[in-house]
């Protein structure tokens, strides 16, 4: 039987080729596909994209998807899904099954990155929350010499006293970004003067007991935030930074990726979300 090592189903290699970024390597078999538009945003802007698809508008049980992908120096590279990947129940099963996800990025010191990896609990709206046994997203960041520079597992597992619904509460969102290279510094500046002053709006408590509306200290403390993140730098000198969520809607943290990024635009021809 192939191994999982020989079975990979993508790689991509991109380099320079007539000062432009360009996709010299593409292959990709089934449950992927890799679709590479001729150009993405203004022609100004040297970057390339590539759009992952897999067959059936989703993953089903037993999929497998490994992808290889190299960017070399003083090149920019896009990956992305026109949409958001579905993971279809298998024929039977009350509940999705394990869902595993695994990347690794090795960087050098003079790279930049943007990681956004996000969940939701699913189409919420029908009854379906945190329905699956078991979720693991693994991100690894290395520097050159296999050196860690970040490494971070989110799990989701079915309990037995209580369910990943339980846990959530009325969370149905979950996500990470990461953001880390000299490209992207003013990008981090305003990233995190922009979480520490949601997150102070939303917790500060002023010196009287009323609040606007007619609320109280007490109603606040029992409030329920719809909308949590969080900012902390990483790396040496904190050369990178993670942002993570917990979010009541998916609009919210769409809205919120859409506003943060936007200054990527310079750098990818269109502003990310857009």
Known sequence: MESKIEAATGKLVVKKVGGKSTVTRCFSKYPLKFIIPNKVGSSETDAVWVYTLTYGGGIVSGDYISCEITVADACTA????????????????????????????????????????????????SGEKWDF???????????????????????????????????????????????????????????????????????????????????????????????????????????????RIAAMTTESVYRFLQHQLAGMETLLGVSPYS
């Open 78 to 125: 896009v990956l992305t899904t026109q949409a958001s990947t579905k993971v279809y129940k298998s024929l039977g099963s009350k509940s999705s099954e394990q869902i595993l996800e695994k990347q690794i990025f090795r960087v050098v010191l003079d790279s930049s990155l943007v990681i956004v990896d996000w969940i939701t609990s699913g189409r919420h709206e």
């Open 133 to 243: 046994e078991l979720y693991r997203s693994t991100n690894h960041i290395f520097l050159e010499g296999d050196q860690p520079l970040f490494l971070d597992s989110v799990l989701l597992e079915q309990g037995s006293i209580t369910n990943i619904a339980e846990r959530m509460q009325d969370y149905q969102v979950l996500a990470m970004v990461i953001l880390l290279g000299p490209k992207l510094k003013q990008i981090q500046i305003q990233v995190q003067e922009n979480v520490r002053r949601m997150m102070s709006e939303q917790l500060y408590l002023p010196s009287t007991g009323l609040r606007p509306h007619g609320k109280t200290q007490s109603d606040h403390f029992l409030a329920k935030p719809s909308f949590v993140v969080s900012c902390s730098a990483f790396g040496p000198k904190g050369i990178g930074i993670v942002v």
